[in-house]
C-alpha cells in the first residue's frame, strides 16, 4: 500500500474544489483509492493537499483516466507535487 500526499493549486475556491473532491469518493473507492485527508493552506487559499492511500500504480492510473474531472474540479494539473510514502 503506498500513501500518496499530493500538493497542488487549485483556481476556484477551496469549498468548490472540495465539493467535487467529495463527490468523486464513490469513483475513487470503485478504483481502490482510500482519501485519508484534504485541506488548505493556512497561508495561501489557492494551494491544496489531498492524502490518499492506495496500492502501486492505481494513482496513476486514476490521475490518468480522470484528469478531465479532476481539472474541472479547478485543480492545476501541472501545479501537482506527489511524494509517496511507504509504511515501514
Given at each position: 500500500?503506498?500513501?500518496?500526499?499530493?500538493?497542488?493549486?487549485?483556481?476556484?475556491?477551496?469549498?468548490?474544489?472540495?465539493?467535487?473532491y467529495?463527490?468523486?469518493?464513490?469513483?475513487?473507492?470503485?478504483?481502490?483509492?482510500?482519501?485519508?485527508?484534504?485541506?488548505?493552506?493556512?497561508?495561501?487559499?489557492?494551494?491544496?493537499?489531498?492524502?490518499?492511500?492506495?496500492?502501486?500504480?492505481?494513482?496513476?492510473?486514476?490521475?490518468?483516466?480522470?484528469?478531465?474531472?479532476?481539472?474541472?474540479s479547478?485543480?492545476?494539473?501541472?501545479?501537482?507535487?506527489?511524494?509517496i510514502?511507504?509504511?515501514?
Open positions: 500500500m503506498e500513501t500518496h500526499v499530493l500538493t497542488f493549486t487549485i483556481s476556484t475556491s477551496f469549498a468548490d474544489w472540495s465539493r467535487i467529495d463527490d468523486s469518493a464513490p469513483v475513487q473507492r470503485a478504483a481502490g483509492i482510500t482519501s485519508l485527508y484534504r485541506g488548505v493552506s493556512k497561508d495561501d487559499p489557492s494551494k491544496v493537499c489531498a492524502v490518499m492511500q492506495a496500492m502501486a500504480g492505481v494513482m496513476e492510473q486514476f490521475i490518468s483516466e480522470n484528469s478531465e474531472m479532476i481539472a474541472s479547478g485543480h492545476v494539473l501541472e501545479s501537482t507535487e506527489s511524494n510514502f511507504l509504511a515501514g
